[in-house]
């Protein structure tokens, strides 16, 4: 019998023990996630096996105090599917990596169970929410209502008037996935106040109640 096609991983993080521990998550895990490369800077994820893996797992701290924000940036502009594993557990970095496009944001004391996890779903073009990522994400806002970013908003009315979320990313200058990214994380926004918005209709609905958008601007 055939099998399936192995998954694949890029590992990018500047401590040694980190890279062999995350490699023996994923090589041994269910299912099991190849690791294509790894290395300690950026660069072994667009070059060599690295340049095709089905997600980058990053560190944002490479050999210093700077978050790797430009570099998580090109990557998801490039279309890449971005895990990013991170020591620090900290709301605000995390919104910023969302709102780049990273699939997800894990800390390093989250464990094999949720980067696996992350890893796998990151592999499909969707959005992971480990624990940490759902207290980031409920923020400060009301109970009735999601706190969205500008961003994430803008995203929302523009699918709203288009009829795909190509024309969307032309219009916003962001790629499709990214697109969906943003799409995929206001509805975990509304999942976590018990407002769920699985499909656009609902997710016009919930827009249209909040005053996001009016019916007459549709």
């Given at each position: ?6 998954l694949s ?5 500047d401590?040694?023990a980190v890279?062999?521990?995350v490699s ?8 099991p996630?190849q690791?294509a490369a ?12 690295g340049?095709?893996?089905?997600v980058?797992?990053l560190?944002?701290?490479l050999?210093?105090p ?5 570099e998580?940036?090109?990557?998801v502009q490039a ?8 020591m620090r ?8 990596c969302?709102e780049l496009?990273?699939l997800s944001?894990?800390t390093k004391?989250e464990g094999?169970?949720h980067?696996?996890?992350a ?8 959005a992971y ?7 980031a994400l409920a ?10 970013s500008a ?5 929302l009315?523009?699918w709203f008037q288009s ?11 962001i790629?499709?996935?990214t ?6 994380h ?13 499909t656009?209709a609902?997710?016009?609905a919930r ?12």
């Amino acid at each position: 019998m055939a099998q399936a096609t192995e998954l694949s991983a890029v590992i990018v993080d500047d401590h040694p023990a980190v890279r062999a521990g995350v490699s023996q998550w994923l090589v041994t895990g269910t299912p099991p996630i190849q690791v294509a490369a790894s290395g300690d800077d950026v660069r072994v994820a667009w070059a060599g096996a690295g340049a095709t893996a089905d997600v980058v797992i990053l560190d944002l701290h490479l050999g210093g105090p700077t978050p790797a924000m430009g570099e998580l940036h090109r990557l998801v502009q490039a279309g890449r599917r971005v895990v990013v594993y991170s020591m620090r557990a900290d709301d605000e970095i995390a919104l910023q990596c969302l709102e780049l496009g990273a699939l997800s944001y894990l800390t390093k004391a989250e464990g094999a169970e949720h980067l696996l996890e992350a890893s796998v779903t990151a592999a499909s073009g969707r959005a992971y929410t480990p624990p940490s990522l759902a207290g980031a994400l409920a923020g400060d806002r009301s109970a009735t209502r999601p706190a969205l970013s500008a961003r994430e908003t803008e995203v929302l009315v523009e699918w709203f008037q288009s009829e795909s979320k190509d024309f969307v990313g032309q219009r916003l200058g962001i790629s499709p996935r990214t697109v969906n990214t943003h799409l995929e994380h206001i509805r975990i926004k509304y999942a976590m106040i018990g407002r769920e918005a699985p499909t656009k209709a609902a997710l016009l609905a919930r827009a249209i109640q909040d005053g996001l958008v009016q019916v007459d601007d549709l």
